[in-house]
């Protein structure tokens, strides 16, 4: 037991020692902090930058439409109509008008144009086209505008008073989506969805970086083949042991001292958005995290992280250099960034078959089952039966790569095949 | 019964492909210097780690200080010091010394006042510099094998066990490595280590096993081994080239049965019945000028090459000896 102290003490130390890590673990919640501040500091900046509004209107309709479209795009009749070109053609002269126009948007001194006639009156249809086509927030912008002007020029022709129309199509609409679960009501939805992703995303970051982390220990271990001195003093178990126990503690601090600052930047937004000179930001509804999901999210993590960090040790132990560790850590690095390839679908519908199938399968379980448990209720015999899953997995896993490593550490040349990996298992 | 640092009974190991250790049995007094010589891929290695409990042999019984090798805290009074050496390239020298004595149950305090003696000892630590505190990968390679030397002797082991330990020494090194083995039979250590370098074995050992493919092909004291192969031998140097009347006399099989040309002497063994004094009357009489003419016991290395013969180094040369 001292001997296996001796040596989580040292995977522990020289990696925390490390620039790499002190780099990463001061500067990560410094990402998290500019993750969090740039979108809102960015649509601060973006409400002065009427990009949206900088196209030319050609309007065929004979109605005013184009102005009324240019008023909305520009932020209502106090806003300053001038950003936006509105040209009223014949509708014979829109073919040339178009043209013309688009070589405009060629020559980048528009971002766009906007064509409007009799149709966009009788059948409700215009067209756009632009530099921005594809940004589907600034063409909900246009269309929201060409909505509201229509809804407008409509209720005019009713006879309501312009300004009175004014008033009543600037509607804004802010839905909040609210999560509803057997217990009751708990939190936003999304805000669900994005903690379970967060939470996914990390997990899998952790148990990529680690993982690989103790691959590259093992094989510095053989190819500088300190491992020969080692396994005269211990056993290759209690070494393997160390390593993983080490490694994973290194994580651990690690995630302890991100979340721990992510909590601090989040406390203390409010503050540090005055200092940036921005509105507050709008208070992100965070869901409710109930203690069960933490306990659940430590086991996942721990079982998750057992389970890879031994088949990457197998992998240091079969190899003999860093372009075979590379090949032959494919199939595992293939197993995990299987279960982060389904993290997106799932967090779109975490009651969906799918959703299920993943976070029964050891391999995904870990990644995913986190996230859904953040997002639904899960059933209370999905949680265990998956649990129970992944824990015998990393039991499997353990043993075979115990005796792997056990084998192969002192083992030099080619890469064995299957058929010799099968042997050093049964012969240790 | 005689106390005994290491007794192997009828170890056998195969691998895969072949008969690593076959059946070997050897004993090693406490307190001796102890050889275990043979060409490459003879079986050292293995026979090493099974020593280690690194590897289980597939048959027989290995006793270390009078339990078995596989008894929980006999690896503690064990040093080990691999043929193929290494450390952690990234670790600074002194943290790396404190983990590996640690490792065999030193504790922290004592291995650091250890750690200043050796150092001093094997000057890594002088009133200029204080290599102790570098990292590993800013040593030049010697004192890399230093460091790597401290780290196996770092716990004061009973047995100490060194796998090729002159392999790729400088002079000094060795001179060092070699003091410290005289040292530590001096202080009763049991010292065991492997070479095929027959002339350092000589020198060291008090007795030797010779294993060739995985069998022992003999052992005892090298005094013992020595005088049973103690045929008269003769070390014979002539100025110049040897004539072919000399020549003639050195192809006489009545006379000399094997000669071996060692470039400054020809070491000459004589025929059944061949007589030292003829063969000298002999040579003066055809003119040569004999420098040297002695009368000298087989070179371990001499009688290495008659027990294994030159099949025994050309098979097995699987890089682990």
Excluded at chain 2, 117 to 144: C, F, P
């Amino acid at each position: 037991m001292a001997k296996l102290w001796t040596v989580i003490k040292r995977e522990f130390m020289e990696r925390v020692r490390t620039k790499w890590f002190v780099i990463v673990t001061v500067f990560g919640p410094l990402f998290f902090g500019v993750i969090m501040v740039l979108p809102a500091y960015l649509s601060v900046r973006g409400m002065k930058d009427v990009r949206v509004a900088d196209i030319r209107i050609i309007d065929a309709t004979g109605t005013g439409l184009g102005d009324r479209v240019a008023t909305r795009l520009n932020g209502g009749p106090m806003g300053d109509a001038a950003a936006t070109q509105v040209v009223a053609v014949a509708p014979n002269e829109v073919a040339a008008a178009e043209s013309l126009a688009t070589r405009d948007v060629m020559a980048k001194t528009r971002r766009g144009y906007l064509v409007l006639d009799s149709l966009t009156i009788s059948a409700q249809k215009a067209s756009y086209a632009g530099r921005n086509a594809s940004s589907l927030n600034e063409v909900q912008i246009i269309e929201t505008a060409l909505r509201s002007a229509i809804l407008g020029q409509r209720l005019e022709k009713e006879g309501l008073d312009p300004r009175r129309v004014e008033a009543l199509t600037k509607v804004k609409v802010d839905m909040s989506a609210e999560r509803i679960t057997d217990t009751g009501r708990g939190g936003s939805g999304i805000g669900s969805a994005i903690f379970g992703f967060m939470i996914a995303f990390l997990l899998y970051m952790m148990i990529v970086l680690y993982g690989q982390n103790i691959l590259r220990g093992v094989l510095e271990e053989k190819l500088t083949r300190v491992a020969e001195v080692i396994v005269s003093s211990v056993s290759t178990d209690v070494l393997l042991a160390g390593k993983v126990i080490g490694v994973g503690a290194v994580g651990l601090l690690q995630q302890a001292v991100w979340l721990g600052s992510a909590a601090g930047l989040y406390h203390f937004r409010a503050q540090i958005f005055v200092k940036l000179g921005m509105p507050a930001m709008p208070a992100i509804p965070l869901p409710e995290v109930p203690p069960m999901l933490i306990v659940a999210l430590v086991l996942f993590f721990i079982l998750g992280y057992g389970l890879y960090a031994a088949l990457f040790a197998a992998v240091g132990a079969m190899v003999s250099s860093q372009e075979d560790a590379n090949q032959a850590a494919q199939p595992v690095v293939m197993l995990l960034v299987f279960s982060i390839i389904f993290a997106q679908p799932v967090m779109l519908n975490p009651t969906s078959r799918l959703a299920e199938i993943v976070s029964w399968i050891p391999f995904s379980a870990p990644v995913i089952m986190p996230m859904r448990m953040a997002a639904i209720q899960v059933p209370w015999y999905e949680l265990v039966g998956s649990l129970t899953g992944v824990a015998v997995t990393c039991a499997i896993c353990v043993w075979l790569s115990a005796r792997i490593y056990r084998v192969g550490l002192l083992m030099y040349g080619k890469r064995p095949t299957m058929r010799e990996l099968a042997r050093w298992i049964r012969q240790s | 019964m005689q106390d005994l640092a290491l007794e192997i009974r009828g170890i056998t190991k195969r691998f895969a492909e072949h008969v690593a250790v076959s059946d070997l049995s050897l004993a090693v007094p406490r307190g001796a210097v102890y050889g275990l010589l043979g060409p490459n891929g003879a079986g050292k290695t293995t026979t090493i780690r099974m020593i280690l409990n690194v590897i289980a042999p597939d048959s027989g019984t290995i006793t270390l200080l009078g339990q078995p090798n596989t008894a929980s805290g006999l690896l503690d009074r064990l040093g080990y010091l691999p043929e193929e050496r290494g450390l952690y390239k990234k670790m600074q020298v002194r943290r790396l010394l404190r983990f590996l004595a640690e490792l065999k149950g030193v504790n922290a305090r004592t291995a650091d006042k250890r750690i200043d003696e050796w150092l001093d000892r094997l000057s890594l630590r002088t009133a200029e510099k204080d290599w102790g505190n570098a990292k590993v990968d800013e040593l030049s390679r010697g004192m890399q094998q230093k460091v790597q030397f401290i780290g196996t002797l770092l716990h004061d082991p009973d047995v100490v066990i060194l796998d090729e330990p002159f392999s790729g020494l400088d002079p000094i090194n060795a001179q060092a490595l070699k003091d410290t083995v005289v040292d530590l039979k001096r202080r009763g250590k049991t010292v065991i280590f492997s070479t095929h370098l027959m002339d350092n074995a000589e020198r060291l050992c008090d007795s030797v096993c010779i294993i060739a493919r995985g069998v022992k092909v003999l052992d005892g004291t090298v005094t013992g081994v020595k005088s049973e192969h103690n045929k008269r031998n003769v070390a014979l140097a002539i100025a110049g080239d040897p004539s072919a009347d000399v020549s003639a006399i050195l192809g006489d099989h009545t006379l000399v049965s094997r000669m071996d040309d060692s470039n400054r002497f020809f070491e000459i063994e004589l025929a059944v019945g061949g007589d030292p004094q003829q063969l000298l009357q002999r040579l003066v009489g055809a003119g040569a000028m004999v420098q040297r003419f002695e009368l000298i016991q087989p070179s371990l290395h001499q009688i290495f090459l008659e027990k294994v013969g030159a099949t025994g180094i050309e098979e097995g040369m699987s890089g682990h000896g």
